[in-house]
C-alpha cells in the first residue's frame, strides 16, 4: 500500500561527479541513516541517484518515493558543499488524477509547480553495480 509517485527529467550539474561522491549519493540512496539524523527527511529513502554519465542527477526509479522535495534540498545542499550546482526540471506524476507538475532547478534553487509532465527521459539512474564497473574501468586505464 501507499501512494506512488514517478518522476522523469534530469538536473544537469555543473560539473561531473567523482567517483567517491557519487558513492556517497548511492549510499545514502540505500540506506538513509548513513545521513545523520538531524539532516535528512524524517521519513522514507532518498531516490535521487547520478545519473551513468555522473553529470545529472535522476529519479532511481522506485516506488514509493515520499518527501521528494525535502531529500532533494538535502541533495543540493550535499552537492553545494562539494562546489556542485544543479539546473534542470523534473517532472511528476502521481497515482491520482491530476497530481502532476514540475520541479524546476536553477542554479540549485527549487520551484515546484503544477504542470503536465511529458514523456520520455535520456539519462539512466546509476546503481551500484554500474558505479563499480566504472571504478574498475578507470583503474584499468593506463596514466597519462
Keep these: 500500500m501507499g501512494y506512488d509517485t514517478k518522476f522523469s527529467g534530469a538536473l544537469k550539474l555543473s560539473r561531473a561527479l ?4 557519487a558513492a556517497v549519493i548511492l549510499e545514502a540512496n540505500e540506506d538513509p541513516d548513513t545521513i545523520p539524523a538531524e539532516d ?17 542527477i535522476v529519479y532511481d526509479g522506485n516506488e514509493k518515493f515520499y518527501d521528494y522535495v525535502p531529500w532533494l534540498t538535502w541533495l543540493l545542499a550535499h552537492l553545494k558543499s562539494l562546489g556542485v550546482t544543479a539546473t534542470g526540471t523534473l517532472h511528476w506524476s502521481g497515482e491520482s488524477a491530476g497530481d502532476t507538475g514540475t520541479i524546476d532547478v536553477l542554479d540549485s534553487d527549487i520551484t515546484v509547480r503544477s504542470r503536465k ?25 593506463p596514466a597519462a
Design 40 to 56: 535528512r527527511p524524517a521519513r522514507s529513502y532518498m531516490q535521487w541517484v547520478p545519473s551513468e554519465t555522473l553529470d545529472h
Design 117 to 141: 509532465s511529458p514523456a520520455g527521459d535520456p539519462h539512466k539512474p546509476l546503481t551500484l553495480q554500474a558505479l563499480q564497473a566504472m571504478a574498475f574501468a578507470a583503474l584499468k586505464k
Design 18 to 21: 567523482t567517483l567517491p561522491e
